[in-house]
């Protein structure tokens, strides 16, 4: 078994998918641990094995993607020597991790929820065991099947959660609003929801080719239309809002991390 994912939900089973799809692993190496009964639908749609914890220590490497509160009761669950462990829970630092699984091949990787369509960025990070073991790389491999992966410092974790990780959030509400005001000048509100969400992909399209401002700029023709929207953002103070929401969603991130 090269690898067991503990807890299969939105994430889990999103990393489970792009593994499989990208064939990285084959079903028959892969193994899924979770305490509620859809793990048994899960296995069977993927054609992997369901694992209890116990039989967890067959497994070469374990990617821990449970919620971060229920960390203290899983790791005693799940801690067996000569195992590597990939941890996606945002705010669980590499200290923690070794700490309570016993062993420093950990580790921390963050990605966000577009792993769900395989486009995710993940940061991953761990320390010189987790690289001798092969543990960093075998977890590069395993996250480029749901999109780009990237080195980053321990330090910057939690600011890479706080925007990358939280910002389809960010993002999504950004598409609602857009589709209320829409709404509040007649068009249907089905029209409305596809119009966003096509403006939000296009723009992220151009976004890989212009700078932010570039695009501002070149739809903002003087004394037009949008100039007036820009203007009302502003006011509004956007920036410094998504600025703070960085802020806040990177704080709330050290915050987590120690109350561990
Ligand atoms: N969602 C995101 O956008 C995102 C992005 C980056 C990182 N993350 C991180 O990814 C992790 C998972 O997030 P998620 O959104 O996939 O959460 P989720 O949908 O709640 O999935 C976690 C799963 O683990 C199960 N579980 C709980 N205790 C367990 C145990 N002892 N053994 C095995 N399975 C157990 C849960 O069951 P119950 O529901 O019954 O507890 C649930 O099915 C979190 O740590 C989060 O910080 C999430």
Redesign the pocket.
């Known amino acids: 078994m090269r690898l067991a994912i503990?807890?299969?939900?939105?994430?889990?089973?999103?990393i489970l998918e792009g593994i499989l799809k990208a064939e990285f692993l084959a079903p028959q190496e892969v193994g899924v641990?979770?305490?509620?009964e859809?793990?048994q639908g899960v296995a069977a749609q993927y054609g992997v094995k369901v694992l209890t914890?116990s039989e967890l220590r067959v497994a070469e490497r374990v990617l821990?993607?449970?919620?971060?509160k229920?960390?203290p009761?899983?790791a005693p669950?799940?801690t067996h020597p000569n195992t590597g462990y990939i941890?996606?829970?945002?705010?669980?630092s590499t200290r923690v991790l070794t700490e309570r699984l016993g062993t420093r091949r950990v580790v921390r990787?963050?990605?966000?929820?577009a792993?769900t369509i395989g486009k995710?960025s993940t940061a991953v990070v761990g320390p010189r065991e987790a690289e001798e073991a092969g543990d960093l790389e075998f977890a590069r491999q395993l996250f480029a099947t749901v999109g780009d992966v990237y080195d980053l410092p321990e330090r910057l974790f939690d600011a890479f959660?706080g925007m990358s990780?939280?910002a389809?959030?960010y993002v999504a509400m950004v598409a609602e609003a857009l589709a209320d005001g829409g709404v509040k000048m007649g068009i249907p509100r089905a029209q409305a929801l596809k119009l966003a969400a096509d403006v939000l992909i296009a723009t992220g399209e151009l976004l890989r080719y212009k700078h932010p401002a570039v695009i501002k700029d070149e739809v903002s023709s003087p004394g037009g239309t949008t100039i007036h929207g820009v203007a009302a953002l502003e006011a509004r103070g956007i920036r410094a809002a998504l600025i703070e929401a960085v802020q806040a969603a990177t704080l709330r991130g050290h915050e987590l991390g120690q109350d561990e």
Do not use: C, E, F, W
Request: proline share 7%.
């Open positions: 503990v807890g299969v939900g939105k994430m889990g089973r999103s641990v979770d305490i509620k859809y793990a914890h821990i993607s449970v919620q971060p229920d960390l009761t899983v669950q799940i941890s996606i829970m945002a705010g669980v990787a963050m990605p966000n929820l792993a995710s959660t990780a939280s389809p959030a």
